[in-house]
Every structure is written in structure tokens, then in C-alpha cells.
């Protein structure tokens, strides 16, 4: 092992490297290569980002899935398996020479995506340091943060070098090179699951209630910052910005997110999870709706980027606290699923919104839905004031 014993820092510079160039080379791909696959191909933008919601859809297909092979077998192989099925889709789109092709590949990438993102890392650490994961979560979202940081630069020369497939192709070689080696000898191996012969345990969390609130607030949310991530310099542009400045207040939220997790970080996890999900929540329902007054539009984006970028911690700590480690894992692919599933939908909704409805309705839209994470934290937490009166 290369310094991963469990609850080393190992472990989760690791998982870091790994969550780096996995989300740069599938959730920010296209940031950077849909204009050039557009212009050598000749497809529309449509089917182009078309291959993304179809990667998403795959990846919340497998979701449950995944989850119960991460408990059965531990996070070693399934992330391996991972970073194998990534650089195969990636190889996949870089020779594809039509669209069927280049949607198979982002199938493939889909499926590396559900086993080797974060939900399949929170899987692995919870599976690794039990109810004392949260802040090995925390640690690992802070190296998750610079994946568009890292890799957007990285795409840009790789594209002006390489072309978009060579792009492709050289991602595929990173992961078979780089990260799935890490895999295989930075994580862990893990001889036995911690409750394989307790299933019942699983299958009691979809009964409480606590299980449905959290996946009402977790899909909502997914909805609503996959619509901002794909669509907010048409957003903002539509308010009077030119592309430019659009680029430059979207920036800020980068560096918040990253502000914000090391916020959390400092302050030690000496509060429930569940507070953690009310300020993510929170902050970016104020981020959206301030985007509708004369407020000015970075600070808003900095507020919506801070609570985006611990809602990424609340995401794995919350399904921890609430549930426990036995059955962490399961739990975990069966949130994901919903979440994973309307992801894939929202970026052709968000599309039909702006076009039905222009950008300052569809805004407004954003708002009211951010509410619904907000009210599923805040029901959470009176249950907990409930449990801790009784």
C-alpha cells in the first residue's frame, strides 16, 4: 500500500487524484470539447450534450447496483472497475466515427461515472472508517474541487494539440495509467462486508420516512444545480451580461465552493449532518433567488457556489448520520438513483424552460424549486428535535 491504511491521509489524497481527473475527464468534458465535436462533426449541440444525459441515465441506473457491490466487495474493485470502464468510454468516443458510436461511449462513461464519482467514494470510505467517515468526506470534496480547475486547462491544450478525439484518447490513457492503478493499490482491500448477511437492515431505510425526505431534497436538488451548471452563462447573458463578463462572475464559484468546504473542515464536524444539508441548502436558495434582483451577480454566485459546494459534503454525511454505517452503501446507491436519473433530464428541461418561458421566469422557477431541499433539511431537523425529547 502506498500510506492508505484506514484513517491515513492516504487514502484520501488517493480518492482525491482519482475524483480530479474522473469528474475532468466526464462531468467537465464537454465544457470544453462540445464546440469542436460540434464543428468536425457537424451534429447538433442537442445531440452532442444529448451523449452527457445519457451517460447520467446509465449512471443512475446502476446506482443501486453499485451500491450493494460496494458492500458486498468494498470500494478496491468497483472504483477499479471504474477507471477501466472510463478510460474504455473515453477511447470509445475518441474512435467513434458516428453518433451511435459516441453515444455507446458516453453509455460506458455513464457507467464509470455511477461507480467511480463521488457517491461511489463516500460508499468507499464509509465502507472503510464507519461512522467516522465524515470527515475523510469532507477532506476528499476539497480535491474534488479542483477537478474544473485542473482539467479545464488541461482539455483546452489537449484540444488545441490533439483535436477533441486525441483529447479522448489521452484522458483514456490517464486513467489507465494514473488512476486505476491507485485504485488497485491505493484503496484498501476489504475481505469482508459489513452486513452481506443482514439485508434487512437495508430494506428497512426505504420505510422511514427520514429515507424519502432526504431523496425528495437530494433530487431537487440534483435538478436544480445541473440546470445552473449547463445553463448559467445563457442565463446570465440573458440578463445583460456579455459572454465574457459571464465567464468571469461565473469564476467566483469555484473558489467558494472550495471556501466554503474548508469552512466545514475547520469546524470539525461537531454538528449533526443535517445542519451541514440546512446551510447548503440555504445559501444557495439565496444565491438563486438574489439572481432575480439588482443584487449584484457575483456576490450571488459566490453565496450559490459556498452552498453548492458543501452540499456536496451533506450529500455523503447526512445518509451516515441518519442511517449508519452497516448499510452505508446501499443506502447511498439507492439515493443516488433518483437523483442520478433527473440529473440526466435537466438539462433538456432547463433548455425547454428558457425557450418557453425565458431566462428571468425560468429563474424564478429555480427559485421556488430550491425551496424544496430547504424544507426537506428543515423537516429533517425537527425529527431529530423530536428524537432528542423523547
Request: hydrophobic share 55%.
Amino acid at each position: 500500500m502506498i500510506g492508505t491504511a484506514p484513517g491515513g491521509q492516504g487514502l484520501v489524497a488517493v480518492l482525491g487524484i482519482v475524483q480530479i481527473f474522473a469528474w475532468g475527464s466526464t462531468y467537465y468534458l464537454l465544457a470544453v470539447l462540445a464546440d469542436p465535436i460540434v464543428q468536425d462533426t457537424g451534429w447538433s449541440r442537442l445531440m452532442v450534450m444529448g451523449g452527457f444525459s445519457l451517460g447520467l441515465l446509465a449512471a443512475g441506473l446502476a446506482a443501486m447496483r453499485i451500491g450493494r457491490l460496494i458492500q458486498q466487495y468494498g470500494g478496491r474493485p468497483v472504483m477499479a472497475g471504474a477507471m477501466l470502464l472510463l478510460a474504455i468510454g473515453l477511447a470509445v468516443l475518441g474512435l467513434s466515427p458516428g453518433l451511435a458510436g459516441y453515444m455507446l461511449g458516453w453509455v460506458l462513461l455513464g457507467l464509470g461515472m455511477g461507480a467511480g464519482l463521488y457517491d461511489a467514494a463516500f460508499s468507499t470510505l464509509g465502507r472503510i472508517h464507519g461512522s467516522h467517515a465524515r470527515k475523510a468526506i469532507t477532506q476528499l470534496t476539497l480535491w474534488g474541487g479542483f477537478a474544473s480547475t485542473v482539467c479545464w486547462p488541461i482539455s483546452a491544450l489537449l484540444v488545441e494539440s490533439l483535436g477533441w478525439r486525441g483529447t479522448c484518447l489521452a484522458y483514456a490513457a490517464l486513467h489507465l495509467l494514473v488512476t486505476l492503478p491507485l485504485c488497485v493499490y491505493g484503496i484498501p482491500r476489504q475481505a469482508s462486508a459489513l452486513s452481506v448477511n443482514r439485508p434487512v437492515a437495508a430494506k428497512r431505510a426505504p420505510q422511514d420516512a427520514r429515507f424519502w425526505i432526504l431523496a425528495l431534497g437530494l433530487t431537487a436538488f440534483s435538478i436544480l444545480s445541473t440546470i445552473v451548471s449547463v445553463h448559467l452563462l445563457s442565463l446570465l447573458q440573458a440578463q445583460g451580461l456579455t459572454i465574457a463578463a459571464a465567464v468571469a462572475v461565473g469564476a467566483v464559484i469555484g473558489p467558494s465552493q472550495v471556501g466554503a468546504r474548508v469552512v466545514e473542515m475547520l469546524l470539525g464536524g461537531r454538528h449533526h449532518a443535517v445542519w451541514t444539508m440546512l446551510a447548503a441548502t440555504v445559501l444557495t436558495g439565496l444565491g438563486i433567488a438574489g439572481l432575480n434582483t439588482a443584487l449584484p451577480p457575483a456576490l450571488l454566485l459566490a453565496v450559490y457556489g459556498a452552498g453548492n459546494g458543501i452540499w456536496s459534503i451533506a450529500r455523503g454525511a447526512v445518509p451516515l448520520a441518519l442511517f449508519g454505517p452497516d448499510t452505508y452503501a446501499i443506502i447511498m446507491g439507492r439515493l443516488a438513483t433518483p437523483a442520478l436519473l433527473a440529473g440526466a433530464v435537466a438539462p433538456l428541461l432547463g433548455a425547454a424552460m428558457i425557450d418557453g418561458l425565458g431566462a428571468g421566469q425560468t429563474m424564478q422557477v429555480l427559485a421556488v424549486l430550491a425551496l424544496v431541499p430547504v424544507g426537506a433539511a428543515l423537516m429533517l431537523l425537527r425529527g431529530l428535535s423530536r428524537s432528542a425529547t423523547t
